[in-house]
């Protein structure tokens, strides 16, 4: 059996992925806050900000997943948060913790558990992060954001590194998707040019139908799962496929 286990599976590129791994018979969980109308996908509700409740709830789903026969078992970390535009000193403490919470201590909590409950498991194993070029790339006004992501690139490296020593590691990658028609493209276009300098770069790409859409995206990286074109530690922009 094939599993797929997806953070912030209800909307945008999570929702996308649910819905391909699940056409394709994977076995896919959804971990998201809200319940979408989903064909074949298991939802668990969960607030992923709050790291008691994240911390059982993926706990407790990893020891049903472990009584089954598993073939291939992969982790997408994809739920993330754009917080408040702005430059640094303009964003409330408490949104910028928010961000780097959802963000980045998320993904290494259910990282860190999702390695130490498959460990036994003599199958492929892997964990996806998706992050954004905005992880090399510093925009004015996504200070929180830009870093939370350089995060996320630095944790694929490490946990690569670390697993690549032994006989049965996880496979660890993290993907740019591009810049793609969800929410967070929506939230961005309605933000003020003076929080945000880059402000008309994406109304132009979105006037000029030069978004991508979930769809396309999450057919890209199940391409690039399936036929295994990623090395261990690889941090590619889909763009390139």
């Keep these: 059996m094939n599993i797929i286990i997806i953070t912030g599976g209800s909307k945008g590129i999570g929702r996308a992925l649910a819905e391909k791994y699940a056409q394709e018979n994977y076995r896919v969980y959804s ?3 809200s319940i979408a109308d989903l064909q074949n996908v298991t939802q668990v509700p969960v607030d992923l900000s709050d790291t008691k409740v994240t911390h059982n709830t993926f706990k407790m789903l990893l020891d049903e997943i472990k009584k089954l026969d598993v073939t291939s078992i992969t982790l ?10 702005s430059t ?3 964003i409330p403490s408490e949104d910028i913790a928010q961000s780097i919470h959802l963000n980045t201590t998320t993904p290494l909590i259910l990282s860190s558990l999702f390695i130490e409950a498959t460990q036994h498991l003599n199958c492929k194993k ?3 992060s998706i992050s954004s070029g905005a992880a090399v790339k510093p925009y004015e006004g996504w200070s929180v954001y830009c870093t939370s992501k350089a995060a996320i690139d630095m944790m694929t490296k490490t946990i690569a590194a670390e697993q690549n020593e032994l006989t049965n590691g996880v496979k660890c990658n993290a993907i740019y998707p591009g810049v793609v028609d969800t929410n967070m493209q929506t939230h961005i276009r309605n933000t003020d040019e003076k929080d945000f300098k880059n402000l008309q770069r994406f109304i132009d790409l979105k006037e000029n139908d030069q978004l991508y859409t979930p769809e396309y995206v999450a057919e890209t990286i199940f391409n690039i799962d399936t036929q295994n074109k990623l090395k261990n530690g690889d ?3 889909i763009r390139k496929f």
């Design 76 to 85: 997408v970390n994809n739920a993330g948060r754009l917080g408040v535009i």
């Design 126 to 128: 892997q964990i996806i």
């Design 235 to 237: 941090i590619v922009d």
């Design 31 to 33: 971990l998201s806050r």
């Design 88 to 90: 640094l000193e303009n």
